[in-house]
């Protein structure tokens, strides 16, 4: 039993080596991967636009529930300038490109194998969308696209009085 | 809707959807009821079309199914199934259906409705079987009522409500918790309390029936998760319960009188219980895989003690097909009053017990679960755990559920 005890000690030792990441209050410079292969820097990749970042995995129910929601957002909000991107987190090309194969998306999917650009932004949940405005700000953080998130958006795209 | 997070496959999973996670999206459905009038120009599509909702109002946004089947065979003294001075059979086979329904009343409110049902056939476990023979099976429903009210945005409280009935027993329990999110989320302080009331006959080993008796029990509850890094959370509690009343199973019987005769199992009045526990998760991205581990002590009035390890992997074998393993040890002194042979020149007002489930005791439990997540929100798992423990007892348990959300 005092055997087990060690054991768990342990364990938590060794976990608090990782501290949690902090959260970015602005877009940071850090390179997108293309799923093709590729770099692209996430400021370049949104191009100054209103815009929601997607972070996701192929695993993530949560996630998938969430695509149809983001698949009319960009629908209906492309053309007045709103730039959805999908940020696939934790897994590898050939995952995503499988599941890619299987589920195509309309809006652009980048991909950070080793949580890079997700530790930048600050984030350790999924699904999570991050609002950004045109100044490159994170503007809201939320777990689903519900209406306030969607209140949001529509507020930064309306033009200024 | 669940949130997920790194370390949060078993979340992922749907073993286990986190209060955490929820309150969260309360939150954000209660702002959105506020904050989506606020804008006023033209839509190219309309909200309700582009989130998929079609009301703000009451809904039924969860629904849960669940079998279990749960058989034991074994031996204990305290059961009437066997010789007088030997241990009779504790044979029982109880079938669970369970269903639970999850209610949305509003952005701030949501409940949680669950109806376990009870099938027992049993040779010890229903004392009029015991003493009759009259039937072999029991039936036992109950109804439980779980409301959550999100106060601001780091502040939740809950409560419960649950009422159980059956053959010769009723209970009732209502409780109270808080939890306040702290860290930027990353830390949550939780406490709460419970008191349940348990009103039953009492039925005598003999047969006898004097009247009714009560007991009731009183449970207060710390807990801290914290979140260690992206990918580790913590977790700590401590509980203490109180419980007075008659406290024994009445018709359970302890050998006694060199083997001669049988008298009945007499309990202190009162009885006060704590443990405290420290869990920790570790998810590994590379391989979809999540590790737990718990470590739990128990100790109480009556002298018991107890130690329980466990360990669970949950490993995604395909991207919709998870599968859980789970080790439990368990390590029990008994409870100071456990006698298998109650002397003859003791007084009868001593305590006693020959219940084999407070005698000393080691158990290990073994468990295999696989879970499927179908497509939209709907989930089937199936499940079996063996388990079993040195002083004669082992138990085999099948489950099966389905889980759906709207």
Same mark, same amino acid.
């Given at each position: 039993?005092?055997?087990?005890?060690?054991?768990?000690?342990?364990?938590?030792?060794?976990?608090?080596?990782?501290?949690?990441?902090?959260? &970015? &209050?602005?877009?940071?410079?850090?390179?997108?991967?293309?799923?093709?292969?590729?770099?692209?820097?996430?400021?370049? $990749?949104?191009?100054?636009?209103? &815009?929601?970042?997607?972070?996701?995995?192929?695993?993530?129910? $949560?996630?998938?529930?969430?695509?149809?929601?983001?698949?009319?957002? #960009?629908?209906?909000?492309? =053309?007045?300038?709103? #730039?959805?991107?999908?940020?696939?987190?934790?897994?590898?090309?050939?995952?995503?490109?499988?599941?890619?194969? =299987? #589920?195509?998306?309309?809006?652009?999917?980048?991909?950070?194998?080793?949580?890079?650009? &997700?530790?930048?932004?600050?984030?350790?949940?999924?699904?999570?969308?991050?609002?950004?405005?045109?100044?490159?700000?994170?503007?809201?953080?939320?777990?689903?696209?519900?209406?306030?998130?969607? =209140?949001?958006?529509? =507020?930064?795209?309306?033009?200024?009085? | 809707?669940?949130?997920? *997070?790194?370390?949060?496959?078993?979340?992922?999973?749907? %073993?286990?959807?986190?209060?955490?996670?929820?309150?969260?999206?309360?939150?954000?459905?209660?702002?959105?009821?506020?904050?989506?009038?606020?804008?006023?120009?033209?839509?190219?599509? *309309?909200?309700?079309? %582009?989130? @998929?909702?079609?009301?703000?109002?009451?809904?039924?946004?969860?629904?849960?199914?669940?079998?279990?089947?749960?058989?034991?065979?074994?031996?204990?003294?305290?059961?009437?199934?066997?010789?007088?001075?030997?241990?009779?059979?504790?044979? *029982?086979?109880?079938?669970?259906? !369970? !269903?639970?329904?999850?209610?949305?009343?509003?952005?701030?409110?949501?409940?949680?409705?669950?109806?376990?049902?009870?099938?027992?056939?049993?040779?010890?476990?229903?004392?009029?079987?015991?003493?009759?023979?009259?039937?072999?099976?029991?039936?036992?429903?109950?109804?439980?009522?779980?409301?959550?009210?999100?106060?601001? +945005?780091? +502040?939740?409280?809950?409560?419960?409500?649950?009422?159980?009935?059956?053959?010769?027993?009723?209970?009732?329990?209502?409780?109270? @918790?808080?939890?306040?999110?702290?860290?930027? +989320?990353?830390?949550?302080?939780?406490?709460?309390?419970?008191?349940?009331?348990?009103?039953?006959?009492?039925?005598?080993?003999?047969?006898?029936?004097?009247?009714?008796?009560?007991?009731?029990?009183?449970?207060?509850?710390?807990?801290?998760?914290?979140?260690?890094?992206?990918?580790?959370?913590?977790?700590?509690?401590?509980?203490?319960?109180?419980?007075?009343?008659?406290?024994?199973?009445?018709?359970?019987?302890?050998?006694?009188?060199?083997?001669?005769?049988? %008298?009945?199992?007499?309990?202190?009045? *009162?009885?006060?219980?704590?443990?405290?526990?420290?869990?920790?998760?570790?998810?590994?991205?590379?391989?979809?895989?999540?590790?737990?581990?718990?470590?739990?002590?128990?100790?109480?009035?009556?002298?018991?003690?107890?130690?329980?390890?466990?360990?669970?992997?949950?490993?995604?074998?395909?991207?919709?097909?998870?599968?859980?393993?789970?080790?439990?040890?368990?390590?029990?002194?008994?409870?100071?009053?456990?006698?298998?042979?109650?002397?003859?020149?003791?007084?009868?007002?001593?305590?006693?017990?020959?219940?084999?489930?407070?005698?000393?005791?080691?158990?290990?439990?073994?468990?295999?679960?696989?879970?499927?997540?179908?497509?939209?929100?709907?989930?089937?798992?199936?499940?079996?755990?063996?388990?079993?423990? +040195?002083?004669?007892?082992?138990?085999?348990?099948?489950?099966?559920?389905?889980? @759906?959300?709207?």
């Amino acid at each position: 039993m005092r055997s087990c005890l060690w054991l768990l000690l342990c364990f938590v030792g060794c976990a608090s080596n990782r501290p949690p990441v902090a959260r &970015a &209050a602005v877009l940071p410079a850090v390179e997108l991967t293309r799923v093709n292969g590729g770099g692209e820097s996430l400021k370049a $990749a949104l191009g100054g636009s209103v &815009a929601v970042i997607d972070l996701w995995a192929t695993w993530c129910t $949560a996630c998938e529930q969430q695509r149809p929601k983001l698949e009319r957002l #960009h629908e209906a909000y492309f =053309a007045r300038g709103l #730039h959805v991107i999908g940020l696939d987190v934790g897994e590898t090309p050939s995952v995503l490109n499988a599941y890619l194969a =299987a #589920h195509r998306t309309s809006y652009p999917i980048y991909l950070d194998p080793d949580f890079r650009v &997700a530790d930048a932004l600050g984030e350790k949940r999924l699904p999570t969308l991050l609002v950004i405005d045109r100044e490159g700000r994170i503007i809201r953080r939320s777990p689903a696209l519900d209406a306030q998130t969607l =209140a949001t958006i529509k =507020a930064l795209l309306a033009p200024a009085p | 809707m669940r949130t997920e *997070s790194r370390q949060g496959v078993v979340v992922a999973a749907g %073993i286990d959807t986190s209060k955490r996670s929820r309150r969260r999206l309360l939150r954000l459905l209660w702002c959105a009821s506020s904050c989506v009038a606020a804008v006023g120009h033209a839509d190219p599509a *309309s909200d309700a079309a %582009i989130l @998929g909702q079609s009301s703000e109002g009451p809904r039924v946004d969860e629904f849960r199914l669940r079998l279990t089947s749960y058989y034991q065979e074994g031996h204990g003294y305290q059961s009437k199934a066997g010789t007088l001075a030997g241990p009779g059979s504790e044979r *029982s086979l109880i079938v669970q259906p !369970m !269903m639970l329904v999850g209610i949305r009343q509003n952005a701030r409110i949501h409940h949680e409705v669950v109806v376990p049902v009870d099938i027992v056939s049993a040779a010890s476990v229903n004392a009029l079987d015991v003493v009759s023979h009259a039937s072999a099976v029991n039936e036992a429903i109950g109804v439980e009522l779980t409301s959550r009210f999100d106060l601001t +945005d780091d +502040d939740q409280l809950t409560s419960n409500l649950a009422w159980h009935e059956e053959e010769p027993f009723g209970s009732g329990s209502f409780g109270l @918790g808080y939890g306040h999110a702290m860290a930027d +989320d990353n830390a949550l302080l939780g406490i709460s309390g419970q008191a349940t009331f348990d009103r039953f006959d009492y039925l005598q080993s003999n047969g006898d029936r004097h009247g009714r008796r009560n007991r009731s029990a009183l449970n207060g509850n710390l807990n801290l998760s914290q979140l260690l890094s992206p990918t580790t959370v913590f977790d700590a509690s401590y509980g203490l319960t109180f419980q007075q009343g008659t406290l024994e199973t009445t018709y359970n019987s302890v050998p006694a009188f060199g083997g001669t005769s049988r %008298i009945g199992e007499r309990f202190p009045h *009162s009885r006060t219980r704590n443990a405290v526990q420290a869990r920790v998760a570790q998810h590994f991205p590379e391989t979809h895989t999540t590790l737990r581990a718990a470590y739990r002590y128990y100790w109480d009035t009556f002298q018991l003690r107890a130690h329980t390890t466990e360990f669970e992997l949950h490993q995604y074998l395909f991207p919709r097909l998870i599968v859980r393993g789970s080790f439990r040890y368990y390590a029990q002194a008994g409870v100071d009053f456990f006698t298998t042979a109650f002397p003859a020149h003791e007084s009868l007002l001593l305590p006693r017990t020959a219940d084999s489930d407070l005698a000393e005791f080691h158990a290990q439990e073994y468990g295999l679960k696989l879970l499927w997540l179908a497509r939209g929100q709907s989930s089937l798992d199936i499940g079996y755990f063996h388990y079993f423990r +040195d002083n004669g007892l082992y138990a085999n348990v099948f489950s099966f559920g389905y889980g @759906g959300g709207f």
